[in-house]
């Protein structure tokens, strides 16, 4: 069965430049997560998509970062402008999201650093 | 922040030791899940408890849950240096996944 799979693996851009990180979850998968994950804490979630429509998206800072399903497929991360803080490595997970399972499987991750 | 606490932080432990971790989370869950973090394999889960169950094994794995106290635990018996890796808690309320901040788990051999 294929994993979660993302692109790019590293990205270094500049601050205040833009960044968009991709993601396509396990075929079937209803739920789509995109999490934060600065160096030496937990990942924190920015934003939940339920088939392609948000579920939660109360951590997502809005004013830079935006998020699309495209057909409750294929998902794409964007952040615009960044900051040096926006340094973290951005998960994607799915899961089949229902009461069958909520186990999340996880990509490798895109690590952005902002200089 | 949304995110539960884990206890400790870090661990440090001879091979063949058990390693206990907890984990005190914050919302009202269906499930609790605990996943494994390293740098070979990334995020990857391990065992999910209900929340009306009490204890649940997987191999080396033990999970106990008290939704009274809001809390779980995770003991890993005869560890091994590939145990070593950082572990999470993650409350799961209504599907949303919350991580907690983590044990980072040091086998020596």
């Known amino acids: 069965e294929a994993g979660v799979a993302q692109s790019p693996r590293y990205k270094i851009i500049e601050k205040r430049q833009s960044v968009a990180f991709w993601c396509n979850p396990i075929s079937g998968h209803a739920t789509l997560y995109w999490y934060q994950q600065i160096l030496g804490q937990g990942p924190k979630l920015l934003i939940q998509f339920q088939n392609n429509g948000v579920v939660d998206d109360s951590q997502l800072p809005k004013d830079r970062f935006s998020a699309e399903r495209l057909k409750g497929v294929d998902s794409t991360l964007k952040i615009q402008p960044a900051k040096l803080e926006d340094s973290a490595v951005y998960l994607c997970?799915?899961?089949?999201?229902?009461?069958?399972?909520?186990?999340?499987?996880f990509g490798q991750g895109t690590r952005l650093t902002v200089v | 922040s949304q995110q539960g606490e884990e206890d400790p932080q870090a661990l440090s432990i001879q091979e063949g030791e058990n390693a206990t971790m907890n984990c005190s989370y914050k919302?009202?869950?269906?499930?609790l899940q605990w996943y494994r973090q390293n740098s070979g394999r990334g995020l990857v889960h391990l065992i999910l408890i209900r929340s009306n169950e009490r204890e649940k094994h997987s191999g080396r794995l033990r999970v106990t849950l008290d939704t009274s106290k809001k809390s779980s635990s995770l003991l890993i018996t005869a560890s091994r240096a590939a145990d070593t890796a950082s572990y999470f808690c993650v409350e799961d309320s209504s599907y949303k996944l919350i991580f907690g901040s983590g044990t980072r788990l040091l086998v020596r051999p």
């Open positions: 997970a799915s899961s089949l999201g229902n009461l069958i399972g909520t186990e999340a499987f």
């Open positions: 919302t009202s869950i269906n499930n």
